[in-house]
């Protein structure tokens, strides 16, 4: 089992800058490459980015290239998004994962097996 709790959301200007964090506990946390969801008021949920097991290769959606930033501290077992130039489009439940799938294709919730409770951005024009 991995514990994902995440931190960080709140409400910003459009333009404006929010950096969350995931804190992951129970399994070891290097194992997982780790992704990062939002899901706005009726709408699915939809990938906004993935971080390889070791950090060292990152993937985006196209909507969020260039504003936003995946990092990882294995040794603080913690994710990171850094979000920058927000739009009020970016408003949603951001949520981590674990990816415990790597057959297929990571853009799909299905290939991650453990997720945190969410936290909410709210961007503000």
């Known amino acids: 089992q991995v514990q994902l709790v995440e931190s960080g959301g709140g409400l910003v200007q459009a333009g404006g800058s929010l950096r969350l964090s995931c804190a992951a506990s129970?399994?070891?946390?290097?194992?997982?490459?780790m992704g990062w969801f939002r899901q706005a008021p009726g709408k699915e949920r939809e990938f906004v980015g993935r971080?390889?097991?070791?950090?060292?290769?990152?993937d985006y959606a196209d909507s969020v290239k260039g504003r936003f930033t995946i990092s990882r501290d294995n040794a603080k077992n913690t994710v990171y998004l850094q979000m920058s130039s927000l739009k009020p489009e970016d408003t949603a439940v951001y949520y981590c994962a674990a990816q415990t799938d790597y057959s297929g294709n990571y853009y799909y919730t299905r290939q991650y097996g453990y997720w945190g409770q969410g936290t909410q951005v709210t961007v503000s024009s």
């Open positions: 971080i390889s097991r070791s950090g060292g290769n990152t």
């Open positions: 129970g399994r070891t946390f290097s194992n997982y490459a």
